[in-house]
């Protein structure tokens, strides 16, 4: 009998071009994912050494991270340098034919967020993107990981990429999560507990009965945020609620092909016996509704919880880590999380900008008014997220209650379009990073679940959602 | 790229943990096309303040930036490694890298090096005490040291030395292996299940 393995482990061989002695071993690569940002140098690159895009069919295009999200600023971009950036990519597009979902295209929306919804993203494929979120594809039990810009033009040329071999960590999950934990509370809780470099040269895989019971929506979520332990990926095994999500998508297998690939895609989990280099396991109890409070992922704490001091028995550099992220927060160490209060709501992100999402967000918003000192605004993530919630009558209740209701991209998550922070601003933000200046030089960014985003915009400061009074009509959560 | 094989240089110490990639070059400069011109953006929000260290004379002609642990975790922009290459900096000394940046780097001729926490305080400190503070980098050798007794080997993986010291291109390397390549790739367009677009 051969070898128990993981199922890492299972998709790296698959992919497997070649392992040169003394070299990192060729992986083959079955989508890339582009976007404006990252891109222009790459094409540049191909262009110059006159070599050709290997493989256009398993290369996708889409603009997110720079585009407006008003709909009037959207066909004429006033900002030239984004502007420029995005003709770029229409050029490269056209020159390399690579199929690109442009900013009037209906499937547009952010990269990771249209991969699984088409039905691109596929389980025990190997998938990269030059962007470090790409880890949120991983969800489907995919190899997926962000790359650089040489990277990028190295995929683009050999359709293959040199890797070393990572190590691997499972994170257990078990037990049911308790009411108000979601999936961003989990993978919040999981850094909390590991650190922003906890996971530095692992591929992650999620796993137990926690995980088990999640939605696609909220493995997406958590696979997201491997990045922010340090991970280079982060996955979770295949199972019935993947097949169901895939199946009908516009570019999943259908028929015989449907049944072939499903047989295929079951044998994707990790084998009894199989070994990992660590294992953590947590049980759900003891995840609640988290906030960060400082200016990385891992400075987070508990929604009950007061804001901590450095502690004494920390490394000297760790301790001026805290005190300088507590100077840029603008906060006391001994406040409680809940007094903290806001002035900027960011529904939106890679993260947290999904169908299910907008749906729990709405939940708690409706029937109640945003609290009169706080902006708040929804970006879905994708035109056909923002097209059934509009089916759903979400975009109503957001409305109603004073959200502003955007149109598809990263928008605020990191702010190179013009939806950012003005200094001093204090926002609660469902996106992935809260690194100084991340949403606007001077704002300060706390990440929270939606349904914490949607409470801190009624209340104009953070508020525990196990408590939070539902008054609103039915929303299909 | 341009091969590394010595240095001896001025020493910029940066003393703090956890250094993002939105740190070491700002969103707003992300929209450029090119691959350079990122130096003066480099440590944008904090070369603000006029006590920052690039702003220190002392510091101007630094080629070798020494930072606390976790340095360039974040966001995967391969602007940070040209922003740090722009600027003349062919050497980062820490106790950690984030996995990303660690690539990005390479592919850009800036050399690596992991230190203990204890050696990188040592090299913080003595950046700080004395003015126009130098190390010697021999990749060849694999050693650094300084004029005040300081002296140690490193270790760098064995591939992306040996791309270091030529000055290597990634994408000719791979292509040594075109034959495995297509053939491997034959095989595996079979398996639709793996295609992006199998409907």
Known sequence: MSKPKTLFEKVWEQHLVAQPANEPALLYIDLHLVHEVTSPQAFEGLRLTGRKLRRPDRTVATVDHNVPTIAADRLVIKDDIAARQIDALRRNCKEFGVELYDVDSRDQGIVHVIGPELGLTKPGMTIVCGDSHTSTHGAFGALAFGIGTSEVEHVMATQCLPQSHPKTFRISVEGELPQGVTAKDVVLGIIGRIGTDGATGYVIEYAGSAIRSLSMEGRMTICNMSIEAGARAGMIAPDQTTFDYLKGRRFSPQGAAWDQAVAAWSQLRTDEGATFDRELVIPAVELTPYVTWGTNPGQVIPITAEIPGADPAASEADRRGVERALEYMGLTPGTPMEEVTINRVFLGSCTNSRIEDLRAAAAVVSGYRVHPSVNAIVVPGSHLVKEQAEREGLDRIFRQAGFEWREPGCSMCLGMNPDILQPGDRCASTSNRNFEGRQGRGGRTHLVSPMMAAAAAIKGHFSDIRTWEFKGEEVNV | ?199
């Open chain 2, 1 to 199: 790229m341009q091969p590394f094989r010595k240095l001896q240089a001025t020493v910029m110490p940066l003393d703090r943990v956890n250094v993002d990639t939105d740190q070491i070059i700002p969103k707003q400069f992300l929209k450029r096309i090119e691959r350079t011109g990122y130096g003066d953006f480099l440590f944008f929000d904090w070369r603000q303040d006029p006590g920052f260290e690039i702003n220190q004379p002392r510091y101007r002609n630094a080629q070798i930036l020494v930072a606390a642990k976790n340095f360039g975790c974040g966001s995967s922009r391969e602007h940070a490694a040209w922003a740090l290459d722009n600027y003349g900096f062919r050497c980062v000394i820490s106790s950690s890298f984030a996995d990303i940046f660690h690539s990005n780097a390479g592919k850009n001729g800036i050399l690596l090096i992991t230190l203990s926490e204890d050696q990188v305080n040592t090299l913080l400190q003595r950046a700080k005490q004395h003015e126009g503070y130098k190390l010697t980098v021999s990749l060849e050798e694999n050693t650094l040291s300084d004029d005040h007794g300081f002296s140690t080997t490193f270790k760098v993986d064995s591939f992306r030395r040996y791309c270091l010291l030529e000055g290597l291109d990634d994408i000719g390397l791979t292509l040594r292996y075109k034959d495995d390549l297509d053939k491997f790739e034959k095989q595996h367009d079979r398996d639709f299940w793996l295609t992006p677009k199998s409907a």
